[in-house]
């Protein structure tokens, strides 16, 4: 009973709803299939809305347990963690998330922080490149030439210094990169397709930690 | 025999790299110039799109990205509506992304100027936060007051003028998703153009991985950033933050080809270096 | 006129700025700060944005009488059982509902979206007049370079195992398709590369607007001088 409990029944619930969902899509089953399908997109959408604390959840653990501990050459960082976070929760409850004062509380912390942080990856990126774009073979070769023209042609340098660098990245753009890309969307569909099927024939079970 | 010179080099070749990259952004910024702006395919089919549409257009516009991303969408967000009150639409926006909210507060900011001469709730409202990605799209395009019984700012949506004739993906004339990641697009594709064949436009990085979509499945895929945005802002004739970081695009560009042009240059001229795999 | 907590704001959001950009240049406390205190402010934000959702959706419409919501209020909770080693067996659930619905959601349109609809916009007559994959210009060159890079690309993904690589007419079109691919590549990161410049574009412009150089200039030596400090730690 308890294995049932803990395991199958998570598993046939999944091929339950995955299956009555997609026949909801193909078939009338009139206002009643079409209530029971907008019930469930919006229960997955509220439990997607409380799913957001879990990271924090772990987050704050993992911190907690470091401050606790003292961690040398952690624990200064981990309670200054907390602080901010609940410093941000303090302002957001005080003020209202819809406020001018949390929106300017949010301009000056997170903001500048996220962004500057998510554009690092661009001063990083510049070393790798002078390591690893180097001309080896016929395919790196081919690379770094569609690189070179799209770059030129895609941005100010092409109107500026080449302009016939722009008819060639639009040609590169629309036609070369189309045949990669919608074979890439073939495969992946295919291999979609197939995973769908194994979660909803049960096949695979990872993603509730029980393996396969 | 290697010198005390060029083992230096070797040793600090990344913070020499960064160093000269700091530079060529800095560059632009004190010595400000603005290289020609060329209509490509791409921002003259985005323009076309939107003329096609009929008058008082009801459009809906995503903020599916954060702050990192706000300088460019927001120019090119701010020249759509704009487009759209042309032709005496409607805007309802909507966030799937977390920070969405508070890029529609910064934007309240910029855009007062023109926010000012509308009225919240007849012209333009925001809908608030979405979770759940792609199942919140799905969710969304089926039935709005059943995923979202209030806007952000508190207001019922039964109450707001602009939402009395729009409850489903289909009373929108085009959606556009405005988004930073490769994969809510496809989401978009899949929910909105596939399931119900509204018009769709996608504008983001993931642009060159929506292409086979374009145009049967979407009708507009504006990249790349932000010089597309920047085109299109030049084609309304309202220039805006796009077209302002043009020069820094120039010199930004210019050092990646200076950077990959060195790699495959230096190794091989060095002392000692083999198939130019030396560093 | 700009307000005195607008110049905080200002100063507070060039000092931030200034520590993550010290990073490539070397791990150094400075930049420690900034991580950590990121990490704090971006949970705390989605925290509340989380509530504020979960309130006007969820509470909202229990409080408004739909009793079918007490369903994704119960396994909201049930979620966060994985954190109690006894219970965590109840996180199955939500998940079970969330895997479910993601997984019909997006299966059903798969195959019109990505597979059926790409397939037909391939397979056509490449000399068709008035009918183009796209293109500038449209012409029956581009539709034949597309059909071959299609078919190329997907020989490349779908023969994969070594005893296809035998046969010659396939290891050639594979060969073929991996030119494709890595011309596609290419592609996507030059315009990946074009993206991002103006990312960082953007905090620049921030850190040099006139008013805040003198902030920047502050900023940036107290960047450093903490990594001069961290230097000489580890030396």
């Known amino acids: 009973m308890s294995q049932v409990v803990r395991k199958t029944i998570p598993l046939v619930l999944t091929t339950f709803i995955g299956i009555s969902l997609i026949l909801t899509y193909f078939f009338d089953f009139g206002a009643a299939g079409v209530s029971y399908e907008k019930l469930l997109l919006n229960f997955a959408v509220t439990i997607g809305a409380a799913s957001l604390g879990l990271g924090i959840v772990n987050l704050s653990r993992l911190h907690v347990i470091r401050l606790q501990r003292k961690a040398p050459g952690q624990w200064y960082y981990s309670l200054i963690l907390l602080a901010s976070m609940?410093?941000?929760?303090?302002?957001?409850?005080?003020?209202?998330?819809?406020?001018?004062?949390?929106?300017?509380?949010?301009?000056?912390?997170?903001?500048?922080?996220?962004?500057?942080?998510?554009?690092?990856?661009?001063?990083?990126?510049?070393?790798?490149?002078?390591?690893?774009?180097?001309?080896?073979?016929?395919?790196?070769a081919l690379l770094i030439a569609c690189l070179f023209i799209v770059v030129i042609g895609g941005s100010p340098l092409g109107p500026a210094l080449l302009p016939f660098t722009t008819t060639i990245s639009n040609w590169l753009n629309s036609i070369v990169n189309l045949a990669s890309m919608r074979a890439l969307k073939i495969t992946t569909a295919i291999g979609l397709i197939v995973l769908s099927i194994r979660i909803l024939t049960g096949k695979e079970k990872s993603y509730l930690r029980l393996g396969d | 025999m290697v010198s005390n010179k060029e083992s230096y080099l070797k040793k600090h070749t990344t913070t020499i790299i960064i160093v000269v990259l700091y530079l060529f952004y800095v560059y632009p910024i004190l010595f400000p110039f603005s290289p020609p702006i060329v209509i490509g395919e791409k921002a003259q089919s985005f323009y076309d799109l939107v003329e096609s549409l009929p008058?008082?257009?009801?459009?809906?516009?995503?903020?599916?990205?954060?702050?990192?991303?706000?300088?460019?969408?927001?120019?090119?967000?701010?020249?759509?509506?704009?487009?759209i009150y042309r032709k005496d639409g409607n805007v309802i926006l909507v966030a799937f992304g977390a920070a969405g909210p508070m890029m529609y507060k910064m934007m309240q900011k910029t855009f007062a100027?023109?926010?000012?001469?509308?009225?919240?709730?007849?012209?333009?409202?925001?809908?608030?936060?979405?979770?759940?990605?792609?199942?919140?799209?799905?969710?969304?395009?089926?039935?709005?007051?059943?995923?979202?019984?209030?806007d952000f700012e508190g207001n019922p949506i039964d109450t707001l003028q602009i939402m009395e004739n729009v409850n489903m993906a289909t009373d929108f004339d085009l959606v556009v998703n405005c988004e930073t990641s490769t994969t809510i697009g496809d989401g978009f594709v899949r929910q909105v153009a596939s399931a119900y064949g509204v018009k769709l436009a996608l504008v983001g990085p993931g642009g060159p991985t929506w292409e086979p979509y374009y145009p049967e499945q979407i009708q507009g895929n504006l990249y790349p950033l932000p010089?597309?945005?920047?085109?299109?802002?030049?084609?309304?004739?309202?220039?805006?933050?796009?077209?302002s970081q043009i020069g820094l695009l120039f010199t930004g560009s210019l050092f990646y080809l200076v950077i990959i042009i060195c790699g495959n240059v230096i190794p091989r001229i060095g002392k000692g270096s083999e198939n130019g795999n030396t560093d | 006129m700009v307000t005195l907590i607008e110049n905080i704001v200002s100063i507070v959001a060039i000092g931030f700025t200034v520590g993550c950009l010290t990073l490539p240049l070397g791990d150094n406390v400075y930049w420690k700060l900034c991580e950590h205190m990121f990490l704090g402010f971006a949970a705390g934000y989605t925290i509340l944005i989380a509530s504020q959702t979960l309130q006007a959706n969820l509470f909202g419409k229990i409080g408004s009488g739909e009793i079918l919501f007490f369903i994704p209020l119960i396994l909201s909770i049930m979620l966060y059982s994985r954190f109690v080693k006894q219970a965590s067996w109840l996180n199955r659930y939500p998940i079970a509902l969330l895997v479910g619905v993601g997984t019909a959601i997006s299966m059903r349109t798969i195959v019109d979206a990505m597979l059926l609809k790409q397939i037909r916009s391939t397979l056509i007559n490449p000399f068709a007049t008035g009918k183009a994959i796209v293109g500038n210009p449209a012409t029956p060159i581009n539709n034949i370079v597309v059909i071959i890079g299609v078919i190329a690309v997907t020989f490349y993904f779908v023969f994969w195992e070594m005893k296809w690589m035998k046969n010659p007419a396939i290891a050639s079109v594979r060969s073929l398709g991996i030119l494709v691919l890595m011309s596609g590549f290419g592609i996507y990161v030059a315009n990946s590369l074009v993206m991002r410049v103006s990312r960082l574009g953007g905090r620049f412009f921030f850190m040099l607007a006139p008013e805040n150089l003198l902030t920047t200039g502050f900023f940036a030596l107290l960047g450093a001088i903490s990594l001069y400090l961290s230097r000489k730690k580890e030396v």
């Open chain 2, 227 to 243: 010089g597309a945005p920047a085109e299109y802002e030049k084609l309304l004739g309202a220039p805006g933050n796009a077209s």
């Open chain 2, 113 to 150: 100027p023109v926010w000012d001469q509308k009225t919240y709730g007849e012209d333009y409202v925001f809908l608030g936060f979405i979770p759940g990605g792609e199942t919140g799209v799905a969710s969304f395009m089926a039935d709005i007051r059943q995923t979202i019984m209030i």
């Open chain 2, 55 to 83: 008058d008082e257009p009801t459009v809906l516009l995503t903020y599916d990205y954060g702050a990192v991303s706000y300088p460019y969408f927001q120019g090119f967000q701010e020249a759509f509506m704009k487009h």
């Open chain 1, 86 to 140: 609940i410093l941000m929760i303090c302002v957001g409850l005080i003020y209202n998330i819809k406020s001018d004062a949390f929106s300017l509380m949010y301009d000056a912390t997170v903001a500048p922080l996220g962004a500057t942080m998510m554009s690092l990856f661009i001063v990083w990126i510049a070393p790798a490149l002078y390591r690893s774009a180097r001309i080896r073979n016929l395919g790196s």
